[in-house]
């Protein structure tokens, strides 16, 4: 069972809601500001919050929400190709997760500058914590986030990241 929990926890993780903010001089990922570096191809949604107390508002791609019949994931992205990611077992109700609670949900930031990634943040099973709140249909899903993120070693990440306020509306 507990393999069976780790697959669909990673199928999840790798899956987790994208984050952009290169561009954006109050944004939370990259202070100072940076270049737009890339097109977001189609527009299946939105996924806002705040990160560390600053806006963040990312745009789901096409693909870039997806259902299957256990998970659901999606991410919101910036021109720099960061990306927020979400992802939930829970096609309807509350999840709550993290160290010592696992159940298949996360919340990921991953922050880039244009094709470089910069860092990495995480609440899964085993680290950080988080909460998603999901309605979902066969055609999309709209609910809200937040969670505490914990920094993945090796990925220049430090500290924590708090996430405030999410919101997300896309289409499948």
């Known amino acids: 069972m507990s393999r069976r ?3 669909r926890s990673a199928v999840v993780l790798s899956l987790v809601v994208a984050l952009s903010g290169c561009g954006k001089k ?19 949604g939105t996924v806002t919050a705040q990160i560390d107390g600053a806006a963040f508002s990312g745009i789901t791609p096409t693909g870039g929400a997806t259902q299957t019949p256990n998970v659901i994931t ?26 010592g609670i696992v ?3 996360s919340i990921s930031l991953q922050t ?6 910069t ?15 999901i309605q ?8 809200t986030f937040s ?15 708090t996430i405030t306020g999410g919101q997300f509306n896309v289409t499948f």
């Open 5 to 7: 929990v780790f697959g």
């Open 119 to 133: 860092g990495l943040w995480m609440a899964v099973f085993g680290s950080g914590s988080g909460t998603i709140t």
């Open 103 to 105: 159940n298949g949900s």
């Open 74 to 99: 999606l991410f919101g992205q910036t021109t720099d190709n960061t990306t927020l990611t979400l992802g939930t077992t829970s096609l309807n109700g509350t999840s709550t997760f993290g160290a």
């Open 147 to 161: 969670g505490t993120l914990v920094a993945v070693p090796n990925s220049g990440a430090t500290g924590t990241k």
């Open 26 to 44: 109050d944004s939370p990922t990259s202070p100072g500001g940076g270049s737009n570096c890339s097109v977001i191809v189609g527009n299946k």
């Open 112 to 117: 880039r500058s244009c094709t470089a990634g």
């Open 136 to 143: 979902s249909t066969p055609t999309g899903a709209t609910g």
